[in-house]
């Protein structure tokens, strides 16, 4: 199996900022891309950025400039540097990695449990 661990939510104020971590382990052949999404209750989750195996980017219009997505390869392990933080990040954000497991071929989607951020005003 192959798990995600989040990190580094919490409450921040207004123009603040905050770094989450995401760490991915187990019987890891390859992964491909990683991003970060969020979900608000009754709402979909949606992406906020995402970085390939190539360490191409790309971010939701809504967090372009304030947002800075990072990767260790070495470490599996993703990042999400926010910046100019607004009460409207306030959300669970979750961890997404495409994974293909030892000994597989097919990749599939793992998530991470999620984790709060709270922007206060």
């Known amino acids: 199996q192959v798990q995600l661990v989040e990190s580094g939510g919490g409450l921040v104020q207004a123009g603040g900022s905050l770094r989450l971590s995401c760490a991915a382990s187990g019987d890891i052949g390859v992964i491909n891309a990683m991003g970060w999404y969020r979900q608000d209750p009754g709402k979909q989750r949606e992406l906020v950025a995402i970085?390939?195996?190539?360490?191409?980017?790309n971010y939701a219009d809504y967090v372009k400039g304030r947002f800075t997505i990072s990767r260790d390869y070495a470490k599996n392990t993703v990042y999400l540097q926010m910046y100019s933080l607004k009460p409207e990040d306030t959300s669970v954000y979750f961890c997404?990695?495409?994974?293909?497991?030892?000994?597989?071929?097919?990749?599939?989607?793992?998530w991470g449990q999620g984790t709060l951020v709270t922007v206060s005003s």
């Open positions: 997404n990695a495409n994974v293909v497991r030892i000994g597989w071929y097919r990749s599939l989607e793992v």
């Open positions: 970085i390939t195996s190539g360490g191409s980017t």
